[in-house]
């Protein structure tokens, strides 16, 4: 080999070593190629050398192709450099007729497999990189639906070659507008290839061109991703390997947002508790607490009716104010019915999502009930209905069972007032009110209507009666009698017991005329329903804004017209004569 050949090679030699110590990952397989062709060219200006594809394409080679090329001898002037896989091949010739330096051929095959090792090295570090920059962005994500929109973003920008599927759980609260499918246990859509992954929770090759992967945390598979390749591409090792590491990232960041929204949940869960206890501990009346108590199981559980029961001592139970119009109707009784039962089997609550099954297509679907208890006993309980089937969740459930459990001791405590406050206000045998409270009512209306009547009321004969008949028919006289005057009066009248055997009645916002109409209807009402027969005598009196004056005064003219009604031979009444028709 002439000198001058020698120097041409050493020197291509040293510019080859050059450029692979200066090239950077930027630098593709073409234009590494493209490098080599314009190297031989000027190094063996004398040769003019040419390096083209034996293809009519450009210096273009698949990064996946394996470095295996060998030169091949044709002629002096000519050599093929040729892939013993793919048969891919380069023409390397001299121009000029002279013959191709004998190591020259193995420079540039080492050249060329050096290249395509290093594209295909550079290219799995860049794909690397990107599969880790893709579950390093998992660690942010903090909500289930976009874990799972990121992981098929993510999947399909990598794998493009690949096509994905995923299976959710039906426990899991997604978003079912995502390309998922649900994951069912049985029936003709269930998958037994991605059932089998989601229970055990692991992966499962279908062929060579698809798996099925699991997404799961440290806690439990959530659910499962296919992947297959299109067009019967091949899935290799390494790519089920990134695809794997894809999943099992997303499945803990999944698990993580789930951890994360529970946690949400619990805290407003809580709010919620500590808010309605606060509120209930407010409104110490039974009307107000239910009402309110009600008012919030329909804003957090979206309930279309709602109702809460007493039971008593009979065990019967009892309606309680807040409840919907539903519960007053016949159709309710059966839902009544079947909550009432299971509580009494000892069931600690009552859930059902398909609840057409068993109260009929026209019934409600979704059903709530759990019991109120005091020192272990079921004293009532509440209910809650939707018509969607399975509207409301296990989550649901628990919090409902929380808030009854806080809120019944505020019922309770209302029960208690209510209770007392009725005690103090009425008379435990007729259940009138009490004189203390007739006479605030009273006093009340003088500050704030025009006028009002006053009827003070004595059963005739009423000591012949308990003489006759004894006591207890004496005081069911008295029970008859009071009976019979609150059938007979406005909703917004007050009867009380006035002591003994009279009885009183105040008419607010009505004038003596009118006063006398009913007080004539008492009479005869009286004298027509009570057993054994008994006769009433009615003393009238009234006030106005025109002719005011106090209780002690309107009080002492009725029972001066009440003696004269007495003196008049009774079962009668009398007006006081300074009573006017005001």
Known sequence: MKKQTIDEVTAFHQKMLSFFLTKSESVSLSDSLLWLASALESCFTSLSLTLSPAESTRFTIKTEEEPNYAPLKESDGRFMIRNQTSGRSFYLRSESGLPIPESLPELVTQFINQSVRQSGLFDKTKHQRKIHKMTEMFHSLLDQDEVLEKLQASLRKAFQSFRFLLFISQDQDTDRQLPAKELHMDGEDADPFALKVYLSGRMLRKGRSSAYLPIKGQQGTYGVLKAEGLQDAALSCSSLSEMMLLAGAAGKAFENAQLYEQSKKSIANLELINETSRQLNQRLRLTDTMRELAAIMIQSFHAEEVAFFHIDHFEAQNLL????????????????????????????????????????????????????IENDTVFGFAILLKKDLYAFTFEMYKLFQALIHHATLAVTNSMLRDRLEHLVQTDQLTELYSRTYLDEKIQYSMKIHKRGVFILVDIDNFKNINDTYGHQTGDSILIQVASVMKNHIREHDVAARWGGEELAVYLPNINVSSG????????????????????????????????????????????????????NGKNRLIIHQNSTAT
């Not at 009494?344 to 109260?359: D, H, L, Q, R, Y």
């Not at 009479?523 to 005011?548: F, L, M, Q, Y």
């Open 321 to 372: 104010p807040g409840h919907t119009a539903f519960f007053k109707t016949e159709r309710a009784d059966a839902y009544i019915s079947i909550v009432k039962e299971k509580l009494f089997e000892g069931e600690k609550g009552v859930f059902i999502g398909s609840g057409k099954t068993v109260f009929g297509e026209n019934g409600y679907g979704s059903l709530m009930a759990v019991p109120m």
């Open 516 to 567: 006398e109409r009913i007080a004539r209807r008492l009479v005869r009402a009286i004298r027509e329903n009570t057993e054994p027969r008994v006769t009433i005598s009615c003393g009238v009196s009234c006030w106005s804004k025109t002719d005011p004056m106090p209780l002690k005064m309107l009080v002492q003219q009725a029972d001066e017209a009440l003696y004269t009604a007495k003196r």
